[in-house]
């Protein structure tokens, strides 16, 4: 079993900075790939980031692309740096994993969620 703690949202005006952070605890961090995901109100929730269990292969929705980061520590945390924030990056955003070398970008290829950070871009 893993748990996952969402932290770092908040309000930030439009072309500003924030990074979220990811908590796990529970079970062996270092074999789990891990995802960011995010769901606009109204909206189904959608892919953001994902990052390999070794932390070496990452990879981005379009959306995202060149704005967001996405790493890893050994410590059980994964981070989220989103810069160039627009309105449009509202959202709750969850963290995810899932057992294995590299996630998905599907809802179902994770198997363990976190409870979601709000981030708010004001424009």
């Known amino acids: 079993q893993v748990q996952l703690v969402e932290s770092g949202g908040g309000l930030v005006q439009a072309g500003g900075s924030l990074r979220l952070s990811c908590t796990a605890s529970?079970?062996?961090?270092?074999?789990?790939?891990m995802g960011w995901f995010r769901q606009a109100p109204g909206k189904e929730r959608e892919f953001v980031a994902r990052?390999?269990?070794?932390?070496?292969?990452t990879d981005f929705a379009d959306s995202v692309k060149g704005r967001f980061t996405v790493s890893r520590d050994n410590a059980k945390n994964m981070y989220l740096q989103m810069n160039s924030l627009q309105h449009e990056d509202t959202a709750v955003y969850y963290c995810?994993?899932?057992?294995?070398?590299?996630?998905?970008?599907?809802?179902?290829?994770?198997?363990?969620w976190g409870q979601g950070t709000q981030v708010t871009v004001s424009s």
């Open positions: 995810a994993s899932v057992l294995g070398s590299f996630g998905g970008t599907r809802v179902s290829d994770y198997d363990y």
């Open positions: 529970g079970r062996t961090f270092s074999s789990y790939a």
């Open positions: 990052i390999s269990r070794s932390g070496r292969i």
